[in-house]
């Protein structure tokens, strides 16, 4: 590419606080046949101004399916990137810029860059010295990423010993520092031994302080070494627990609408917490025993020197304790599934009661549910006694034989040396009797090891079931990002929720012009709130086509269109945090000019101010300060705050007092201008005034059009209009002052 000017670098890169770091990952991103949204990105990760520090574009990058690497470059090095462009140059203000290319052939070398905010995409030549002025050598090489992610792999044991092994640098020293502990093992039998049959028999006061010096070092080092295997130990399992909650979240946040509209939260909610069951298993007992085990390497031949016979004896005895777990660990794996169906029962009845806590109060049903939950009560302890009680039967057994290695080594070894006249030395004997019972700890943890496999297996079936599910399609960076103008078109759609005999929607088709109001209307059930949830992307699995703006809604990027789409619902929750976050919680970059026209929209206004702390007032847990009418219109403030080209208003005033109905319905001209809304209501004096009225009926567009033409020719909305005015005769056609205003079209 050839430049039209040689522009100096340090001028191009002025609009450091407009971020080019996004703009230029955007660019090169593309290059490798990936689209990414700057603003997107923004909202992703929460970037309000300024460029993002170098380690957050990492992630950034990684996150997004591409394979990043930062490194220190010089000058000489960038004639020799050649296939590695593009890449990016982080300058020193922090600003950015895309190496496109590297121009050798006459005149001077130049580097050829390319301004990632410049309209034209132009690239300026710039020579070595004024790169230098502004450059320090930071670089990133990107490009895509086509292997298997972490985040797109199954989940189970081979995953979770994937994010153990890439802290493997921490856990090879582990292993080191386990080796040293285990040859200092040999030092205590050892030292008895020499003690019993040198110094107490020649009676040696000088090999006595040697073999205690010997100790003092021993002891110091066993010390030195076991705090670090702890320390490192914390280390590395703090950052598997960091890689765990993320993979958690992400993948839990990402499952469709319909996973967490059948499957209680209690359920999710315990299946989730059992990857920690997961994690102390593999970085606790499971690695804490093949630390252990790494003695073995040590011990069994020192006991073999000692006396084969005995070192046979010893494992023999070991073998019989892991053959008696082998044979409970079908009926332990069955009594641990008992166990976790009585425990997911159990919370998800708790996690009921507390989200309906006002409803048990409200009808006194405190007795019911205290029968209810012992009910539940009782089957998790029957199930868990059970388990106890199984689980005790192997662990009885195996006690005695732990016991019998030290005691019958004695025994046999000093049959053995009354045999052989004596040859066995007491102090040897001794030091194999400590040898031995070091040694069978390994197996001892085995065994119990098998147990509790039994169970984290079952707690990996547990988590999987809920972060293997399939992600929500279209969720991520993946679909188009058109520019939504607010043009809809559904045609021949047909949707039937999973179990339901009927379908929601049936045969569904209408179009809307971009900046009309349609108010949708009909009986319970009839398929209101599916229209608006299927063009919110929560149901994908529909049949037919739905458009917005030409552009088919599956093509679409579904955070790019959720972030154009206002929805107030009927019923809102409200985040923990103050008025002024909840407002922003789609818009963290917002002013607090833009939040308050939008409460002022909403007429949440008027309320906020009297509030003692007015827009840092905290939110206390389910809004127990806030009336229903007051969480509503702070609803309705959030969604108007991102000034959404589609509004989706679904009984969204059902909850209003008079006044404050009145203050939305007059604010509803301003707030309609410049985008399509969908206005979803029981009260057809509401819907009077909109451009285009949908009725429903058992999942069919029944009829649509206006106030008037639907008054004349459609039945079912003449008998629900004069069942609401009843003061009107069914021949009148004038109606009572609408509560919505004519919307601009």
């Known amino acids: 590419m050839q430049s039209k000017t040689a522009i100096d670098p340090q001028s191009a890169s002025a609009e450091a606080p407009r971020a080019t770091s996004l703009h230029a990952l955007a660019i090169v991103a593309r290059h490798h046949g990936l689209h990414l949204s700057v603003d997107q990105m923004r909202r992703d990760y929460a970037i309000e101004n300024g460029e993002p520090p170098t380690g957050m574009l990492l992630k950034i990058a990684e996150e997004s399916g591409l394979t990043v690497r930062s490194a220190t470059l010089r000058w000489k090095h960038l004639a020799r990137l050649e296939k590695a462009l593009p890449l990016l140059l982080r300058l020193r203000d922090g600003s950015t810029m895309v190496l496109v290319s590297f121009r050798k052939d006459g005149g001077a070398p130049a580097a050829m860059l390319q301004d990632p905010l410049s309209a034209d995409q132009a690239c300026i030549a710039v020579d070595e010295l004024r790169l230098s002025s502004v450059w320090d050598g930071d670089a990133i090489f990107v490009k895509r990423r086509h292997r298997i992610s972490d985040q797109e792999r199954p989940f189970g044991f081979g995953w979770m010993i994937g994010q153990i092994l890439r802290e493997k640098r921490i856990f090879r020293d582990i292993g080191v520092s386990a080796f040293v502990l285990s040859l200092f093992a040999l030092v205590p039998p050892m030292v008895f031994m020499v003690i019993l049959d040198r110094v107490l028999v020649h009676q040696r006061l000088s090999t006595l302080y040697v073999l205690v010096g010997i100790i003092l070092f021993v002891l110091m080092f066993d010390t030195v070494f076991g705090y670090l295997r702890r320390y490192l130990v914390a280390i590395g399992t703090a950052k598997v627990d960091a890689r765990l909650s993320t993979y958690i979240f992400d993948r839990m946040i990402g499952l469709p609408i319909d996973f967490f509209e059948r499957t209680p939260t209690g359920v999710i909610s315990y299946k989730l917490n059992e990857v920690w069951r997961i994690r102390g298993f593999l970085t606790g007992q499971l690695f804490g025993t093949l630390l252990d085990s790494m003695t073995l390497v040590v011990l069994i031949p020192a006991m073999f ?369 410049g985008r399509t809304m969908i206005v979803i209501s029981h009260r057809l004096a509401s819907l009077v005034n909109c451009d285009q009225i949908i009725v429903m009926e058992r999942g069919k567009l029944y009829d649509m059009g206006k106030h008037d033409e639907l008054l004349q020719r459609c039945d079912v909305y003449r008998h629900l209009w004069f069942q609401q005015n009843r003061h009107l005769s069914p021949g009148s056609t004038h109606d009572r002052a609408p509560l919505t205003p004519a919307a601009n079209t």
């Open 305 to 673: 020197i000692m006396s084969p016979l005995l070192a046979f004896l010893v494992l023999g005895v070991a073998f019989l304790m892991c053959l008696v777990v082998a044979i409970y660990i079908g009926p332990l794996a069955r009594a641990y599934g008992d166990v976790i169906k009585a425990e997911q029962r159990k919370g998800s009845f708790m996690i009921e009661v507390l989200h309906g806590a006002r409803t048990v109060k409200s009808l006194a049903l405190e007795g019911r549910k205290r029968l209810d939950w012992d009910v539940r009560v009782a089957d998790a302890v029957r199930a868990n006694t059970k388990m106890q009680l199984l689980s005790n039967q192997p662990q009885t057994i195996l006690q005695p034989l732990e016991k019998l290695i030290y005691s019958g080594t004695l025994a046999v070894g000093a049959y053995l040396a009354l045999s052989d006249g004596g040859s066995a030395y007491g102090g040897m004997l001794v030091a194999f009797s400590m040898i031995a019972s070091r040694a069978t700890q390994p197996f001892v943890q085995i065994a119990s090891l098998m147990q509790q496999f039994q169970e984290v297996r079952g707690a990996v079936a547990q988590v999987a079931s809920v972060v293997n599910q399939p992600q929500e399609q279209g969720l991520g960076r993946q679909g188009v990002r058109p520019v939504i103008k607010g043009e809809l078109s559904f045609s021949e759609v047909r949707f039937r929720y999973p179990g339901s005999q009927n379908p929601a929607l049936d045969d569904i088709s209408f179009d809307v012009k971009s900046g009309q109001v349609i108010g949708i209307m009909g009986r319970s059930g009839s398929g209101k709130t599916t229209v608006t949830r299927v063009l919110q992307g929560l149901h994908q699995n529909y049949e037919g086509l739905v458009k917005i703006d030409g552009v088919d809604l599956r093509e679409i990027d579904l955070t790019h269109l959720r972030s154009n789409l206002g929805v107030v619902l009927q019923d809102n929750f409200l985040f923990n945090g103050t008025i002024r976050e909840n407002i922003m919680a789609a818009n963290r970059s917002a002013s607090l000019e833009e939040v308050m026209r939008a409460a002022r929209l909403a007429g949440a206004e008027e309320f906020i101010e009297r509030l003692p702390r007015g827009y840092e007032t905290m939110i206390e847990e389910g809004s127990a300060n806030l009336s229903g009418g007051q969480r509503q219109r702070l609803a309705i403030a959030r969604a108007l705050l991102v000034d959404p080209s589609v509004l989706i208003l679904d009984e969204a005033t059902s909850a209003l007092d008079p006044d404050s109905e009145a203050i939305i319905n007059n604010n509803l001209t301003r707030i309609a201008q």
